[in-house]
């Protein structure tokens, strides 16, 4: 069973300030993605990546692929109230000619205005 | 916002009972899964469905049940329902399953079993 271990699993900062989150695993991934959910709703897509060492930026929002493509990070500049939620990752693999994701355990970040 | 829908969106049964969630989708789309979301595990895959009557196990598959006997609708059954299976719901569809693709989520079922 491949798993993604997110860190941290909890982390509350004021607002303005920088924050990383990591996504590791020993499994390589085809691609893997990063999620945002709010209270009550589904996760919604923030982005993918799929080149080893591949970095996007959304905004004020930063995501890298590791080298190997067993690990991600993400780096929220001068966050926000609105940067709030839970972050998860997810990781494609092929199995049986289907991608499928596996999910990572989640890193909730409140933004303290 | 894609369209789908969940229901029921909250349910709390007694150990034991049969329990059918539904997922509805107006996107047309092949792909369609259900997930459950359990603190401390992110969420996992139970089944997905490849196409109408076409479906496959996911990692925690033991106890559920689904059909597909519509693009539109994916069903899933809990022939008897376990305090372990407590947890929230998740249906989630996807045009293919390229490693570039989107998973749109539903709203979530929160299921209590007592």
């Known amino acids: 069973t491949q798993l993604l271990e997110q860190s941290p699993q909890f982390l509350s900062i004021q607002e303005g300030e920088n924050l990383t989150v990591y996504c590791n695993s020993s499994?390589?991934?085809?691609?893997l993605q990063w999620y945002r959910q709010e209270p009550g709703e589904g996760p919604v897509l923030l982005v993918t990546?799929?080149?080893?060492?591949e970095v996007k930026k959304l905004k004020r929002l930063t995501f890298q692929f590791g080298d190997a493509r067993k690990d991600s990070s993400l780096h929220i500049t001068a966050a926000q109230p609105g940067d709030t939620g839970l972050y998860l990752c997810?990781?494609?693999?092929?199995?049986?000619?289907?991608?499928?994701?596996?999910f990572g355990t989640g890193t909730r970040l409140t933004i303290i205005p | 916002d894609a369209g789908i829908t969940q229901s029921p969106r909250h349910k709390v049964t007694e150990t034991g009972t049969p329990v059918t969630l539904r997922c509805h989708q107006t996107e047309n789309h092949r792909y369609m899964y259900w997930y459950r979301q359990d603190p401390g595990h992110g969420l996992r895959l139970i089944h997905y469905?490849?196409?109408?009557?076409?479906?496959d196990k996911g990692e925690v598959s033991d106890g559920y049940s689904v059909s597909r006997s519509k693009t539109e609708d994916f069903l899933l059954t809990l022939e008897s329902a376990t305090s372990s299976q407590t947890s929230v719901y998740f249906c989630?569809?996807?045009?293919?399953?390229?490693?570039?693709?989107?998973?749109?989520f539903g709203p979530g079922t929160r299921l209590t079993v007592l």
């Open positions: 469905s490849y196409g109408v009557k076409d479906t």
């Open positions: 989630a569809i996807s045009e293919s399953t390229t490693a570039t693709d989107t998973q749109y």
């Open positions: 990546v799929v080149t080893g060492g």
């Open positions: 499994s390589v991934f085809s691609s």
């Open positions: 997810a990781g494609a693999s092929r199995v049986f000619g289907n991608e499928k994701l596996t």
